[in-house]
């Protein structure tokens, strides 16, 4: 079973940067392609961005298009979202979500797609 652990999150003002981390542990842990979600108090969980196995593929939500960024490091079991230019908006809890495959463009915008999640972290954007 796959497990994944964020970390990174906390508190920034409007405008500052963060970059948040996703630890892969568990068999095989570099045959699944790999997301960010985000759940704002209230509402329902949104995809933020999205990255195939090697990288090739990456989609973004276009709410964070231009801001953030999603990479990630095979060798090092890691994927990272790098965010700039946060606003009050991007406020809530970001989930690492991976899913298996073997097609290297495979890269789903949609929570369903996924069956591994981590526990999140909060990151809040003070205005």
């Known amino acids: 079973q796959l497990q994944l652990v964020e970390s990174g999150g906390g508190l920034i003002q409007t405008g500052g940067s963060l970059r948040l981390s996703c630890l892969a542990s568990?068999?095989?842990?570099?045959?699944?392609?790999m997301a960010w979600f985000r759940q704002a108090p209230g509402k329902e969980r949104e995809f933020v961005a999205t990255?195939?196995?090697?990288?090739?593929?990456?989609r973004y939500a276009d709410s964070v298009k231009g801001r953030f960024t999603i990479s990630r490091d095979n060798a090092k079991n890691t994927m990272t979202l790098q965010m700039n230019s946060l606003k009050p908006e991007d406020t809530g809890d970001y989930y690492c979500?991976?899913?298996?495959?073997?097609?290297?463009?495979?890269?789903?915008?949609?929570?369903?797609?996924?069956?591994?999640w981590g526990q999140g972290t909060q990151v809040t954007v003070s205005s």
């Open positions: 979500a991976a899913t298996r495959t073997t097609n290297t463009e495979y890269a789903p915008p949609v929570s369903v797609a996924y069956g591994n």
């Open positions: 568990g068999p095989a842990s570099k045959y699944y392609a």
């Open positions: 990255i195939s196995l090697h990288g090739d593929v990456t």
